[in-house]
């Protein structure tokens, strides 16, 4: 079992870039798919990004492509989101979540492990 803790949140205006981190503890990260998700107040949770288990994969929702970038360091255990140019849209709560599965993408119900989120506000 992996546990995932989430940070880097925070308040920003639009146009500024925010970094999340997410550490792991339990279980080394290479042994997982890794992806990070995003719920807005009333929404369902959205798929944002996800990487391959050595890093050389990624993927991203098309609302974020181009503005986000998603790494991982698995010496450090961690995995982060580069979030660049950011909408007032882009504001939610921001969970990173792990996967035994490959290529799980943004299928939630793929992901077995989450953390419990980093809060994340844009304003205009």
């Known amino acids: 079992q992996v546990q995932l803790v989430e940070s880097g949140g925070g308040l920003v205006q639009a146009g500024d870039s925010l970094r999340l981190s997410c550490a792991a503890s339990g279980r080394t990260l290479s042994s997982y798919d890794m992806g990070w998700f995003r719920q807005a107040p009333g929404k369902e949770r959205e798929f944002v990004a996800a990487?391959?288990?050595?890093?050389?994969?990624?993927y991203y929702a098309d609302s974020v492509k181009g503005r986000f970038t998603v790494s991982r360091d698995n010496a450090k255990n961690t995995v982060s989101l580069q979030m660049n140019t950011l909408k007032p849209e882009d504001t939610a709560v921001y969970y990173c979540?792990?996967?035994?599965?490959?290529?799980?993408?943004?299928?939630?119900?793929?992901?077995?492990?989450w953390g419990q989120g980093t809060q994340v506000t844009v304003s205009s």
């Open positions: 990487v391959s288990r050595g890093g050389s994969n990624t």
């Open positions: 979540a792990a996967s035994v599965y490959y290529s799980p993408y943004g299928a939630k119900n793929l992901y077995d492990y």
